[in-house]
T-cell receptor, first 113, second 111 residues
Framework: SAVISQKPSRDICQRGTSLTIQCQVD?????MFWYRQQPGQSLTLIAT?????????ESGFVIDKFPISRPNLTFSTLTVSNMSPEDSSIYLC??????????FGSGTRLTVV | GENVEQHPSTLSVQEGDSAVIKCTYS??????FPWYKQELGKGPQLIID?????GEKKDQRIAVTLNKTAKHFSLHITETQPEDSAVYFC??????????FGAGTQVVVTP
């Protein structure tokens, strides 16, 4: 399965600022997924990022708040914009593996103060 | 869309006993059912998965069963060990479609 490197692993940010999270994969993948995991909660899909096209956002998530870049088949970024304490979560990227399996990165633990 | 319910939310077992977590799904088109283990401070790790063309799959102490008619699937962990303590998530998807996750089960294995 693919190996995912996600940066930063954690950060504490001031409200009103933005944070860009990076996801690097050791192999080329068509689809990359970004999830949010609020404290003590399950995983919620934010958007699907395909190389060469606009990301597809799930209901409740908008591009202005969570802009995504996908410049090539091994890299993607998610920006959390104009942060508020409600954005404090773990943000995870994920890629498809073999036979429908999906691999997750270790996550970025974001605290907004 | 797909809705996945997971029970129980917490599960405490004695070391050596078995643990069972159950999930139900709503979309009959779903055909892929993975289980993830998430340890504190880490991302979810796939531990076992099953497709709709089989009813059971085993991997050492872990097994998953699927009942398509009833739309439910279960994770079975036998001979539990302290290192099995974690949060477990079930999920469902149609092929390479969106993964819909259950709410998670906190498993605590006490020595």
């Amino acid at each position: 399965s693919a190996v995912i490197s996600q940066k930063p692993s954690r950060d504490i940010c001031q409200r009103g600022t933005s944070l860009t999270i990076q996801c690097q994969v050791d192999s080329q993948v068509t689809m990359m997924f970004w999830y949010r995991q609020q404290p003590g909660q399950s995983l919620t899909l934010i958007a699907t990022a395909n190389q060469g096209s606009e990301a597809t956002y799930e209901s409740g998530f908008v591009i202005d708040k969570f802009p995504i870049s996908r410049p090539n088949l091994t890299f993607s970024t998610l920006t959390v914009s104009n942060m508020s304490p409600e954005d404090s979560s773990i943000y995870l990227c994920s890629v498809p593996g073999l036979s429908y399996g999906y691999t997750f990165g270790s996550g970025t633990r974001l605290t907004v103060v | 869309g797909e809705n996945v319910e997971q029970h129980p939310s917490t599960l405490s077992v004695q070391e050596g006993d078995s643990a069972v977590i159950k999930c139900t799904y709503s979309d009959s088109a779903s055909n892929y059912f993975p289980w993830y283990k998430q340890e504190l401070g880490k991302g979810p790790q796939l531990i076992i998965d099953i497709r709709s063309n089989v009813g059971e799959k085993k991997d050492q102490r872990i097994a998953v069963t699927l009942n398509k008619t009833a739309k439910h699937f279960s994770l079975h962990i036998t001979e539990t060990q302290p290192e099995d303590s974690a949060v477990y998530f079930c999920a469902a998807s149609e092929g390479w479609g969106k993964l819909q996750f259950g709410a998670g089960t906190q498993v605590v294995v006490t020595p």
